[in-house]
Structure formats: C-alpha cells, structure tokens
C-alpha cells in the first residue's frame, strides 16, 4: 500500500485528490494545511506570485519529509502537493493532508511537513507588486 | 573537468542563466567550487548565502565533484 502522495504541478491543487488519498478505514482523523496566497506583504500590496522548482530535486525532498512524518509520527497517510508557476490572489501553493488513528498524530504530522517543506524544498517564490517584483527570502 | 551548473531563484537573474557546463582545470571540492564561482560571477556576492547540491542532493562543503556531475545553486528556498 502506498503511503505516500508526492506532487508538483501547474495545475490548480485538488484538496479532494489529497483527501481520497489518505482516506483509511483504520483513521479516526483527516487534517490538512492548506496554503494560500495573500495579497500582503509587509503592508505592500501583493498582484500575484511566481513560483519555480528545481522539480526533480524538489520531489526528491518531499518525499524525504513525507517518509520522515511517517517515520515521526503515528499517521497512516501523507500527501504533499505544491504547485509551481503564475498564482493570483487566494490561489493554493500548497496542500498537505495526513491522516491518523488518533488526530494529535495528524496534526504535529502536518505542522512538522509544512515547516520542513518551507527549509529544505527546493522552491521559491517571486512577489509581484503593482510597481515591480522580488525574490522572497533572497536577502535575509 | 566538466561541471553543469544549475542556476535558480534570484541566482538565475544574477547570473542571467538558467543552466551552463563550466570547466574546471582540477578536481575541486564544493568550498573551492564557490570560490571558483565567485570569481566567475562577482554578483553572486550580491546574496547572502546559498546551499548546493549535487545530482540532486544537498551537498556539504567537503563534497569532491566529479566529472559530468550537475551542481546546482540554491538560494534560500521559499516555498509553501
């Protein structure tokens, strides 16, 4: 039995997808984080952001995190999926959904991979502004 | 040597590629890689710091390269 859902695409995140995925008889909990764009940043308005991946690398550490939260936690079932490309306002970047016997195991297992993923994946984001554009992160 | 050379987040528009085979007259470690690359492109000083990683892995400092090996430069990531 597969565990584990791993994506990236361009197109639109499907939370039923990830949700079907780790759906088990044995759980007695779903969670899921769900990222969002926000039309924020530090009180400057945000138009649109851009994200690229090293994918193949990028699937690579997902998979890691996702086999880790297996490892960590008492969950049954993972999926992570980020989308690359243009995303507007309100659009999902990011879902990750485990599932677990018990909710506590769901939850820390969906904290734990959301952290991790914004460390160690090989993803960034580029902010559009009305009156240019930035890499985040770029100059800490 | 020959080293292909990924480029991505702001290091793309620094270096105003995506991807390149550099060659390398010895056999470097990735410390002295940085080096190299630093010279080669001054304007990477621009960023604070950046991860490599080679085939497709994180690579520490004392990681030696080989021929036909794929490095790539990863500044600080932010996805989700």
Redesign the interface.
């Given at each position: 039995m597969k565990r584990t859902s791993i994506k990236i695409t361009s197109e639109k995140l499907n939370l039923q997808e990830c949700y079907s995925f780790v759906e088990d008889e044995a759980c007695g909990g779903i969670s899921a984080f769900i990222?969002t764009v926000r039309n924020d940043t530090q009180g400057k308005e945000v138009t649109q952001l851009d994200?690229?991946?090293?994918k193949?690398?990028?699937i690579?550490e997902m998979q890691k995190i996702a086999d880790l939260a297996l490892e960590k936690f008492e969950i049954k079932k993972i999926a992570i999926h980020?989308a690359e490309g243009m995303l507007q306002i309100r659009d999902i970047?990011?879902i990750i959904v485990a599932s677990a016997k018990h909710r506590k195991a769901a939850f820390l297992a969906c904290e734990f991979a959301?952290d991790t993923?914004?460390?160690?994946?090989?993803?960034?984001?580029?902010e559009h502004f009305s009156d240019g554009e930035v890499?985040?992160?770029?100059?800490? | 040597m020959k080293i292909e050379t990924?480029f991505?987040?702001?290091t793309t528009?620094l270096v105003n590629t995506s991807s390149m085979v550099v060659e390398v007259d010895r056999i470097l470690n990735i410390a002295e890689f940085k080096i190299f690359l630093k010279d080669k492109f001054p304007q990477l000083e621009n960023?604070?710091?950046y991860a490599v990683?080679v085939n497709?892995?994180?690579a520490t400092d004392d990681v030696v390269l080989k021929e036909n090996d794929t490095v790539?430069i990863?500044?600080?990531?932010?996805?989700?």
């Open positions: 990222g994200f690229s991946t090293y193949p690398m990028a690579k980020h970047p990011v959301i993923l914004k460390e160690t994946v090989p993803i960034w984001k580029k890499w985040v992160n770029a100059h800490p | 990924l991505f987040g702001i528009d960023i604070n710091s990683a497709e892995a994180y790539a990863i500044p600080p990531v932010s996805g989700g």
